[in-house]
């Protein structure tokens, strides 16, 4: 179809839609002085009903669709329709369908708002278990937190993120709570932006995790079983 063809389907689908079926004479009115080029391109698109006036099926369709859905809403108000628990009962669609459906909204409200901690939309913060429950490790490790924040911009997102950094902290302290807060200090002293085990005390040896050894001598590349291999030469067998 044309653009004109198409304006002039839509207009007819219009006035179908708002006036009902129609006279050969309305159709001949909406397209004008053009009715005898267009209609015959667009006729085969409407029907006749017995009284011989044009439809189209599909929009007949629809229109009964659309008013039975709007029946039905308004049964629904009412207390009327068929499966209504309100049927008998004073109060209509109050104890009807439409209290169902809003005992289900509230039931996913309260749902919702469980997850979310409340109304406001704020969800209840997930509390980390520090593997030392004292005043000192607290405060170390807000500490910690707030060096990795401030000098690599690095933030635990997750308690579950915070709670692996905290699991590798008590394995490499070997469960002690001045070694945790030493490896700790240690590793914001030297801008690394992990946890190593503390250098040896007694000969200043650099006690790194044995295994292989790798070029370079970030300790913040190292990975899990690395030595530096600045700290070979360094390093004295016992």
């Given amino acids: ?20 079926h129609m006279t050969t004479d309305m159709v001949a009115h909406m397209l004008g002085h053009n009715f005898g080029q267009i209609w015959v391109k ?20 629809e229109k009964k669709r659309r008013q039975n859905y709007a029946k039905s809403r308004r049964n629904n108000l009412s207390g009327k329709n068929q499966w209504s628990k309100s049927k ?15 005992e289900n909204e509230n039931e996913n409200e309260n749902i919702n708002e469980n997850k979310k901690g409340g109304k406001g939309g704020k969800r209840s913060p997930v509390e980390v278990q520090l593997p030392w429950d004292t005043e000192s490790f607290r405060k170390a490790w807000e500490e910690w937190k707030e060096y990795r924040r401030q000098e690599h911009g690095f933030k635990y997102k997750t308690a579950t993120s915070q709670s692996g950094a905290l699991s590798e902290l008590f394995s490499l302290s070997m469960g002690n709570e001045t070694n945790a807060i030493e490896i700790m200090r240690q590793s914001e002293a030297n801008g690394w932006k992990g946890f190593f085990k503390l250098k040896d005390k007694n000969d200043g040896k650099t006690a790194t995790r044995s295994g292989r050894v790798v070029r370079g001598t970030d300790y913040d590349d190292l990975k899990p079983g690395e030595i530096p291999i600045s700290d070979i030469g360094r390093r004295s067998d016992p």
Wanted: proline content about 0%.
């Fill in 1 to 20: 179809m044309t653009f004109e063809e198409k304006g002039a389907y839509i207009d007819l689908l219009m006035m179908q839609f708002n006036r009902g």
């Fill in 42 to 61: 667009l006729k085969d698109k409407f029907q006749q009903d017995s009284e011989g006036l044009w439809f189209n099926a599909r929009l007949e369709e």
């Fill in 88 to 102: 008998g009962k004073k109060g209509g669609h109050k104890d009807g369908h439409m209290t169902t459906h809003m």
